[in-house]
């Protein structure tokens, strides 16, 4: 297996999302998922993802931070007071790797909204989304916002939007170019869409072709009972939708079956067997080259765990396969979606089960489905996209 599959990813793609029928040509519509592991947004001209994680920059930063050697997409913030932040990628190669405080509480805790990070993160991914490329340029257009939460947090919702309706003043440097500075007045209620829960992101992207027309499935999304698995950063997710509703009593969340607890397992592994002692936020580093290196007597050698992580990997999703058998009545089910970006490294392991591998129980339904080339990641955010470009009645 590749480390580097469950590695956050860093993604700026320019690209055309717009229908072939604009509903509101003055409108610059933006998605924003701000989840646990990443940030992602959705806008007509771009698809951004970058890891939920920011630090405040110690000393200069007036040298390149590479966060991907593919795209050299390093980011920085700063505040309206001149403080800078590192953010992304680049924050998460700054951890040390036995810094086990480095932002946990801000970062995963579910009152979040509140932290210095959560902003940072927040208007990091609006800058993303008002980027100007050869697909379009938001000048002069009216700015509406489109996010969402778990289900079990929706109640949070008054929080969210009490820290996203407001000004904003701040800039931000995205890799080589130039810093640039954005003044934006989010105080109007028009600007900012009810939060959707996330399924119903996933349940729209799915129901959606890549041209933004119904998929010939989409009714049937619509009108059957679908289970939805949303694997998380730090939780799985088990939401039961039926007729295109979610009834919040029927989900489960289970804080033992996420990422977190995949990386876990493996770094308490890692020292068993290596010496080498790494923290759950500092193994994104060592992802990307699937080694760590473990110390004989005064020599360092560089020691793959890859194995670690896929033995620890295949465990905790039976786990979470076998939590589902347990608490919902699957043959019942037209539908199971797998969404996230847990599931989507998991995908393979779910498709191999003994349970759905003959295809004749339930239909396995992939998060990207309405649009195959994107990410698992993005399954939420199109569908944030989508439901803002089409609801908006400002």
């Known amino acids: 297996m590749n480390t580097k599959d469950y590695k956050i990813k860093t993604i700026f793609k320019a690209c055309n999302n717009r229908p072939s029928v604009e509903l509101n040509a003055n409108v610059w519509n933006i998605g924003i998922d701000i989840g646990y592991s990443g940030v992602k947004v959705m806008a007509?001209?771009?698809?951004?993802?970058?890891?939920?994680?920011?630090?405040?920059a110690q000393g200069s930063t007036s040298f390149n931070l590479s966060v991907a050697p593919e795209d050299n997409t390093s980011i920085r913030y700063r505040d309206e007071n001149g403080q800078e932040w590192l953010v992304g990628a680049?924050?998460?190669?700054?951890?040390?790797?036995?810094?086990?405080?480095?932002?946990?509480?801000?970062a995963y805790g579910r009152h979040r909204y509140y932290s210095p990070m959560f902003k940072v993160l927040f208007r990091t991914?609006?800058?993303?989304?008002?980027?100007?490329?050869?697909?379009?340029?938001?000048?002069?257009?009216?700015?509406?916002?489109?996010?969402?939460?778990?289900?079990?947090?929706?109640?949070d919702e008054t929080d969210l939007r009490d820290v996203i309706m407001t000004e904003h003043h701040f800039e931000v440097k995205f890799g080589d170019g130039p810093w640039k500075k954005y003044d934006i007045d989010l105080k109007s209620d028009n600007n900012i869409m009810?939060?959707?829960?996330?399924?119903?992101?996933?349940?729209?992207?799915?129901a959606t072709n890549k041209n933004f027309q119904p998929s010939q499935s989409a009714a049937a999304y619509f009108t059957q009972k679908m289970l939805l698995m949303d694997g998380g950063f730090g939780t799985m997710d088990y939401v039961p939708i039926k007729k295109g509703q979610v009834t919040l009593a029927e989900c489960e969340t289970d804080e033992t079956l996420g990422m977190k607890r995949v990386l876990s397992d493996t770094a308490t592994e890692i020292f068993k067997q290596y010496g080498f002692e790494v923290s759950v936020p500092a193994m994104q580093q060592y992802l990307e080259t699937g080694v760590v290196p473990a110390?004989?007597?005064?020599?360092?050698?560089?020691?793959?765990?890859?194995?670690?992580?896929?033995?620890?990997?295949?465990?905790?999703c039976e786990l979470a396969i076998n939590k589902a058998m347990d608490v919902y009545p699957l043959q019942e089910y037209h539908g199971l979606i797998i969404t996230g970006g847990t599931c989507a490294a998991w995908s393979n392991f779910i498709r191999e089960n003994e349970f759905f591998r003959e295809g004749d129980v339930i239909e396995i339904i992939s998060g990207n489905q309405g649009d195959p080339d994107l990410p698992y990641i993005f399954s939420n955010v199109r569908g944030y996209y989508i439901f803002g470009m089409t609801n908006y009645r400002g």
């Open 125 to 155: 991914g609006i800058a993303a989304g008002l980027t100007q490329n050869q697909y379009g340029d938001p000048e002069g257009k009216l700015i509406n916002i489109q996010t969402g939460l778990p289900p079990r947090y929706l109640n």
């Open 295 to 316: 110390k004989t007597g005064r020599v360092y050698k560089k020691m793959p765990f890859d194995e670690l992580l896929e033995k620890n990997s295949r465990r905790i």
């Open 90 to 106: 680049a924050a998460q190669d700054s951890i040390s790797a036995s810094d086990t405080t480095a932002g946990s509480l801000s």
């Open 44 to 56: 007509p001209n771009t698809l951004v993802c970058f890891p939920s994680f920011a630090r405040e």
């Open 194 to 206: 009810p939060a959707l829960a996330q399924p119903i992101g996933t349940l729209v992207s799915i």
